[in-house]
């Protein structure tokens, strides 16, 4: 008996957009069960129907072989349903204890056990193999570890079937690898998982069966022995999928972006920048690897003028731009794609067409004499949405009533289409399904093509090294490695000097920088 | 959506606004054209009545069905309201069993002398039946008398004034206490024809009675009790009375609308102050000490130009007032902008110091030295505001609201500038990583809100008082919150909330003088209202606002739509 089941569910959002068309869709105990689909497909909705946060418009949901409402995720997790979102959902100003135990407090008197806690989520941490700090603020830990908290607070609130909806997007391979580790675990504890991803590799690696959405509805579910990428993309797509990206050889042009000498330090005093320099030029992808937290989320704030430089110079054709406050850097047509587009990629409450001409409101034709026009606006808001196939019934949306991955596209259309000289792309594609994948990347490679210089942040080597045509190596804040990016190159190879066991020296760097 | 629909919602609310209009007009004139067309510059009321309608359909328009749940919360309020009323009505149906009363025995009959009775034939006694706050309340009396075998007498029990409303019995009891006769009540005859004393039929009398046997007897009297459906009726009457009086009392005559609009133009301005700053998410309250910059500047210099024409010295008065406001909104804003001061803190304080400062300038400079209380004395004629229906204070300011909400609705959707102020207030992160100056858009939302805080000023001292006088504004600029709120921060939708809030808290104030509420009972009723109001408001705004996509409550994407954020 599955233990968890739907049967024809329908989802309606109040504006219309049928986001699950009946969907038959089971759960053994016992087994790890991917969910995959483009974006939009309807994911997202179908577990939040599953945990109570939505409500289907028609259908029943089984649990153990009973029909069951749900009407708020306190029945969820009552039934033993825990959910880590897409988007997290902790209190950035409390600790992980804190959030872990939030709403389940052991009282002292009218005060909360804080040591009882502390001691709780470590040795809930300790069974399950999910390393965190107990003591440290959310604000302060980085995703991997938020990631780790929220399946805590999952397993704290006694969770036997545990959803985690996309989990690995935030992800370095290596804490991917301990997150499927913790996985296998908890599995074999006896609790089941449902798994979302957009990550092929990861179904294949990881799940029992896999389901497959397309346009709200299920396209199949096939155990993972007998099925392979191709299939998926396929059965996902509705045709067939190239992941491999046609990247043409093209002689690089004259120097873009010259950074020289660039270190940063936080404030309280922590180098985070050391001594920084490189060029990056038209007609090239500069791809930067290193595991995340090494200095490349800083170096691209920092040139983007979101922070402003302890020492050190950026020129771009001969101007210096740092200091000077985002929008003049903008002005130097740099277009950049955050890494976390919900700090600061979108403004979820502001319409899709608002959140398109963030950079470019001022200018003509969006602001003539004075005054905004509003029909440029909506004509660009169009144009966008049609170009990069954002699943949108209309610009005048919210953001915040699209899917993760359209959320992406709408930042992606918007840094693209600016026209830039330099793009600075942090995780472009993190949440996007396979198929706006390729279109984002194919679109990279043809802009880098054109004569655009890219320089590209990724926490997924692979991606780093499919489009890259150097790669520099980040480890503590330095650069510790300058590449071409040819056959000689191989991903064991980055790999060391990502994790700081070479470095090259300095005429080695000279060489290719 | 759909052209069709977009028709639809155009008509809905062309109708509303046009049957809002219509009634509006009709009831203050009671329906007859004479009336009408006998009030001097009746077609200036009309005139103000179609912008009332024009502001109701913008209220459709933009809310759409978020327009629905405002008025159900406002119906539920005042359903609220009218239980409250009704309970505290209930409570005080007991003063059917409280007041004054006299008691008489009537008879020709010689009396018998006996010593140490109450009542002697044909005298008067009295008291008071359950008189409020004593110790000893009295409930009942028993009276003795002396009377002959063969006395014919009449037994009385009265209220002793038409407007008390106690309603006695009375009995007659022999001296072993068995009750030989009894009455609740009289008959009109009696009451206008025999017994002049009588006030109405619910007095009672026993007519007539021949006493049995010489002997002392009891005159007893006692409040009647009333039966639990005459109280509830007589409540509900009252509370009937209480809420026609709140629904339809600024509306029944000129000065009485006059007194509403004058009131919603304050309210809408504050309000429309209010919706800018929030929109930009800066939680600043300083409307308050704008508006009061803003009434004193155009009060010192309507004092100091009585000779100058009013056309050139209003739109004076017009911008020294906005300049001021924009002065100490710039303040704040500045303050938050360039050195992180919390606005709320910093509005709060500087409000303080304003109206400390006006205090002290009305007091010390503008005050004629001989005046006997604080106030500077009539402003001269030309520099108020040219009133256009007579006999009220409506004034020229009608359009400048008008005005001021087409500037207001300029700014926020169709400037660079209020797509900056939109985006801060929506992701303050986002806005700096466009590139937009943030620090400047805050200083400048504060400023600008600070110009219509301003005007609201002015609109008080030229317009309404013509004079300064301390405490100009009665805290009035925080009912403006609830405007702004209620009109979840669209400036379309402000209008309608000043007029709808002011309706309300003028309706109130007829409640109390029209039909006897208690003071008490109106503020409570407003409070539920306001609590009503907010709480519905917020909700929507912190919905329409929440950061985290995945924790949407069911459906609330388009209710943001719907709440105008665009
Ligand atoms: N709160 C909402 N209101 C209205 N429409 C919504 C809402 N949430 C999601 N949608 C719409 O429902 C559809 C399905 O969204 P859902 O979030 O389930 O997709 P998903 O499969 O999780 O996609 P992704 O991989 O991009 O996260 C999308 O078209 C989206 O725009
Ligand atoms: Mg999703």
Known sequence: MPIIETQAIHKIYPNGVHANDDINFEVEHGEIHALVGENGAGKTTLMKLIFGMEHPTSGRILFRGEEVEIENPQDAIEHGIGMVHQNFMLVNSFSVAQNIILNRETMQGISIDMQQAIDDTAALSQEYGLAVNPTAKIEDIPVGMRQRVEILKALYRGAEILILDEPTAVLTPSETQDLFAAVRNLVEGGKTVIFITHKLKEVIAISDRVTVMRDARVIGTVKTAETDERELARMMVGREVFMQVDRPPVERGGSVLEVSDLTYADDSGHQLLKHISFHVYENEILGIAGVEGNGQTELAEVLTGLRPPTTGEAFINEEQILGRGPRSVREHQVAHIPEDRLTNGVALASTIDDNLIIDRYYREPFTRRGLLDINAIEDNGRELIREFNIIAPSGAIPVNALSGGNMQKVVVARELSSSPKLLIAAQPTRGVDIGAIEFIHQELVDQRTNGLAILLISADLQEVMKLSDRIMVMYEGEIVGVFPNDDSLTEERIGYYMLGAERQDAAEMERYA | ?566
Request: charged fraction near 15%.
């Open chain 2, 1 to 566: 959506m759909t052209a069709f629909r977009t028709h639809l919602l155009l008509i809905l609310g062309g109708l509303s606004g046009l049957a809002v209009t219509l009634f509006i007009t009709n009831t203050m004139f009671d329906g007859s054209i004479e009336k009408m067309s006998a009030t001097p510059t009746w077609q200036n009321v009309v005139l103000v009545n179609v912008l009332i309608g024009a502001c109701i359909f913008l209220f459709v328009v933009e809310l759409r069905r978020g327009a629905i749940r405002v008025l159900l919360t406002v119906v539920v309020a005042l359903i609220l309201g009218f239980l409250v009323t009704f309970v505290f009505n209930l409570d005080s149906s007991l003063r059917f069993t409280r007041g004054e009363f006299r008691v008489q025995v009537v008879s020709e009959a010689e009396a018998l002398d006996v010593d140490g009775v109450d009542l002697e034939y044909n005298r008067v006694r009295g008291g008071h039946f359950n008189k409020p706050n004593v110790v000893e309340p009295v409930s009942e009396v028993a009276w003795s008398f002396a009377g002959g075998e063969g006395d014919v007498v009449s037994l009385l029990a009265y209220a002793k004034n038409k407007r008390s409303s106690v309603d006695p019995l009375v009995e007659l009891r022999d001296e072993s206490g068995a009750v030989l006769a009894s009455a609740t009540s009289a008959t009109v005859a009696q009451v206008e024809e025999r017994f002049d004393d009588l006030v109405r039929v619910t007095d009672a009398v026993i007519a007539d009675f021949q006493l049995p046997a010489d002997g002392t007897y009891t005159l007893y009297a006692r409040p009647e009790e009333l039966a639990t459906g005459t109280i509830m009726t007589e409540a509900f009457q009252q509370t009937n009375v209480a809420f026609e009086a709140l629904l339809l009392g600024p509306i029944q005559r000129v000065n009485r609308w006059g007194a509403w609009i004058q009131d919603a133009i304050t309210l809408i301005l504050i309000g429309l102050s209010f919706a800018i700053v929030f929109r930009a998410e800066q939680f600043s309250l300083g409307a308050e000490g704008q508006l009061y910059f803003g009434a004193l500047v155009s009060g010192a210099i309507a004092l100091n130009s009585p000779n100058v024409p009013s056309i050139l010295i209003i739109p004076i008065i017009l911008l020294a007032s906005g300049t001021a406001g924009f002065i100490y909104g710039l303040i704040p804003g500045a303050l938050k902008a360039y050195l992180g001061a919390n606005e709320l803190v910093s509005t709060l304080m500087l409000n303080v110091i304003a109206t400390g400062f006006f205090d002290m300038v009305l007091y010390f400079q503008l005050r004629p030295i001989d005046s006997a209380y604080v106030a500077t004395g009539k402003f001269p004629a030309n520099t108020v505001l040219p009133v256009i229906v007579e006999r009220t204070q409506v004034t020229i300011a009608v359009f400048l609201v008008a005005i001021v909400v087409f500037f207001c609705w300029l700014l926020i959707r169709r400037t660079p500038l209020g797509y900056e102020i939109r985006i801060i207030g929506s992701n303050l992160k986002f806005a700096d990583y466009g590139g937009v100056n943030s620090r400047r858009t805050i200083m400048l939302s504060m400023a600008l809100s600070g110009v219509v805080a301003g005007f609201a000023g002015m609109h008080l001292a030229n317009g309404i008082y013509r004079e300064l006088i301390l405490d100009l504004s009665l805290a009035l600029a925080f009912e403006g919150v609830v405007v702004a709120l209620l009109a979840r921060l669209n400036v379309l939708v402000v209008p309608f909330a000043g007029l709808l809030y002011s309706y309300l808290r003028v309706g109130a104030q007829f409640m109390e003088r029209d039909a006897n509420a208690s003071f008490e009972l109106v503020r409570m009723i407003q409070a539920i209202i306001i609590l009503l109001i907010t709480a519905e408001a917020l909700v929507t705004i912190f919905q329409g606002r929440q950061k985290r996509a995945d924790i949407d409550e069911k459906g609330h994407a388009v209710e943001a739509l719907e709440a105008g954020d665009v």
